[in-house]
C-alpha cells in the first residue's frame, strides 16, 4: 500500500499574522514560511507505517508557487520515499 501524504506551505506559527492594510487577506511578503506542523505530524505516521511494514511507499504531494518545493524537500529529509509538486501560479490561500 502506498500513502499519500497532502501537504501545505503556511505562516510559520512562531511569527504573527498580519493582515493587508485593504483587508484583502493576509499579509505574506517577507514572511517565515513553513510546513503545516500537522502535516508533519501525517508524514511522521506515514513513515511509522512503512517501517512498520503496512505500507510500501510514503508520496507527499504539495500545490502553489515553486517556492513550495521547500516543503518537499523538508518532507524527503523527514524521510519521504518521494514528493511530487504542482506547481501553480495562483496564490492558494
Do not use: C, H, W
Given at each position: 500500500m502506498k500513502v499519500l501524504v497532502a501537504v501545505k506551505r503556511v505562516i510559520d506559527?512562531?511569527?504573527?499574522v498580519?493582515?493587508?492594510?485593504?483587508?484583502?487577506?493576509v499579509e505574506t511578503a517577507?514572511?517565515?514560511?513553513?510546513?503545516?506542523?500537522?502535516?508533519e505530524i501525517a508524514i511522521e505516521e506515514a513513515v511509522r507505517l512503512r517501517e512498520a511494514g503496512v505500507a510500501s511507499e510514503v508520496v507527499v504531494v504539495s500545490m502553489?508557487?515553486?517556492?513550495?518545493?521547500?516543503?518537499?524537500?523538508q518532507a524527503l529529509a523527514m524521510e519521504?520515499?518521494?514528493?511530487?509538486l504542482v506547481e501553480s501560479d495562483v496564490?492558494?490561500?
Open positions: 506559527y512562531n511569527v504573527k498580519r493582515v493587508k492594510p485593504d483587508g484583502s487577506g517577507n514572511v517565515k514560511m513553513s510546513m503545516n506542523p500537522f502535516d502553489g508557487a515553486a517556492k513550495s518545493q521547500e516543503t518537499i524537500r519521504a520515499d518521494r514528493g511530487i496564490e492558494l490561500q
